[in-house]
C-alpha cells in the first residue's frame, strides 16, 4: 500500500493556495519569494462536508472553534481550542481522531477558514 502526503502551499503575497506537487514540478510558479510561503500538510481526514482537513485551519463544531495543529511531540495531528464555553479547555490540544468518525476518514468537524485567511477567528 502506497501512501501519498498531500500538502498546500500559502503565499501571502498572492493571498492564495498552490498543490506541492503543482509547484515542485512547476506546473505553477508563486509569484513570491519563499521567505513568503507556508507549506502545509493534508491531515488525511475530511469535514463533514468533505473538505480536506489541512495544518492551520479553523474548524467548528458545536459553538466551538479549533485550530488544526501537528503536534510534535506524539507525532500526530491535533485540535487546538480556541473557543469554547468552558474556559478550562481553552488553548488545551485534544487528538483530532476524537473527532473521527469510526472506520472512516470524516470528522464531526466544520472547516470554516484557516489561520492565514481568517485570523480574526482566533483572537476572538
Keep these: 500500500m502506497t501512501t501519498h ?3 498546500r502551499l500559502f503565499e501571502f503575497g498572492a493571498m492564495e493556495y498552490f ?3 503543482d509547484v ?3 506546473r505553477v510558479q508563486p509569484s513570491s519569494g519563499v521567505y513568503d510561503i ?3 500538510q493534508c491531515s ?3 469535514d463533514k462536508n468533505g473538505k480536506l482537513i489541512y495544518e492551520g485551519d479553523i474548524c467548528q463544531k458545536d459553538e466551538k472553534l479549533y485550530e488544526v495543529r501537528w503536534v510534535k511531540n ?3 495531528f491535533g485540535v487546538k ?3 469554547s464555553d468552558c474556559v478550562l479547555t481553552r488553548g488545551c490540544t485534544f487528538p483530532i481522531q476524537q473527532y473521527v468518525k469510526e472506520g472512516s476518514t470524516e470528522c464531526s468537524l466544520e472547516v470554516i477558514g484557516n489561520i492565514y485567511e481568517n485570523g480574526g477567528l482566533i483572537e476572538q
Design 44 to 46: 488525511g481526514l475530511t
Design 5 to 7: 502526503l498531500n500538502f
Design 81 to 83: 481550542v480556541i473557543k
Design 74 to 76: 506524539s507525532a500526530k
Design 38 to 40: 507556508h507549506i502545509m
Design 19 to 21: 498543490d506541492l506537487d
Design 24 to 26: 515542485y514540478y512547476n
